[in-house]
């Protein structure tokens, strides 16, 4: 058997610190139409750079083990150790991410209500903060907290059944838990369950496979929940 060769200690950038340029005048179009952010959360939104193994190509079907990539997610502060460690036990555990952008990377929807999460899903890119409403609700989104991450949407999509039939984000998003990247309940519980964060793939309607939220205990800023 050939020796296993290590990877490459210096990653590739998905993104860097320069993309997060932009963020803060997007923020206030956006706060214009929802209103302002509230300062426990604006004031302390910081960019964290992850490392992780990603794809050889584009179908992401095989994992590249050879290279670290690297790339940036705006996060709440009081959480940003433990969103460094759940990707540090992915990249141990060889769990390809396909790409990490900031979400301002992809533009503002047409009328301002947030960043273009459907571009960026399509992309089949991880990201965190994003200030928005909640699909089909007025209410705000975790990750208008900055306390989730959707995670390679196009392999994780959210999946939604109800009379009118079946509706997958983003349309041309499959789930095969057998397949490399996708988030299950075993390896979900093993990044995520220590830390008190919770899966979507979990809930019974929608099943939100990309999603992760911090849903248990407090911070000076915030009680967390899965309300």
Not at 12 to 30: E, N, V
Not at 140 to 151: C, L, R
Not at 193 to 209: E, F, I, N
């Amino acid at each position: 058997m050939p020796p296993t060769r290590e990877p490459s200690t210096h990653p590739i950038s998905h993104s860097t610190l320069a993309d997060t340029a932009g963020l803060d005048t997007g923020l206030r179009l956006i706060e214009g139409k929802l209103g302002p952010l509230e300062p426990g959360i604006r004031e302390h939104l910081i960019a964290v750079e992850v490392r992780y193994f990603s794809f050889t190509d584009s179908t992401c079907s095989a994992v590249d083990k050879e290279r670290l990539y690297s790339g940036v997610l705006i996060v709440h502060s009081c959480i940003a150790d433990e969103v460094r460690s759940i990707f540090e036990a992915m990249r141990q555990d060889t769990f390809p991410i396909a790409k990490v952008i900031p979400i301002n990377c992809y533009g503002l929807n047409a009328d301002h209500t947030g960043w273009n999460d459907e571009a960026s899903m399509a992309d089949n890119n991880t990201s965190a903060f994003n200030y928005r409403t909640k699909p089909r609700s007025a209410e705000p989104s975790k990750h208008a907290q900055g306390v989730a991450i959707d995670i390679n949407p196009m392999l994780n999509p959210m999946v939604r059944h109800d009379s009118t039939g079946t509706t997958v984000e983003p349309a041309m998003g499959r789930y095969d838990a057998k397949g490399p990247g996708t988030l299950t309940r075993t390896n979900t519980q093993k990044y995520l369950r220590a830390l008190g964060w919770s899966w979507g793939g979990r809930w019974p309607r929608p099943q939100d496979h990309q999603h992760i939220e911090k849903s248990r205990g407090s911070c000076a800023h915030m009680r967390f929940s899965l309300n």
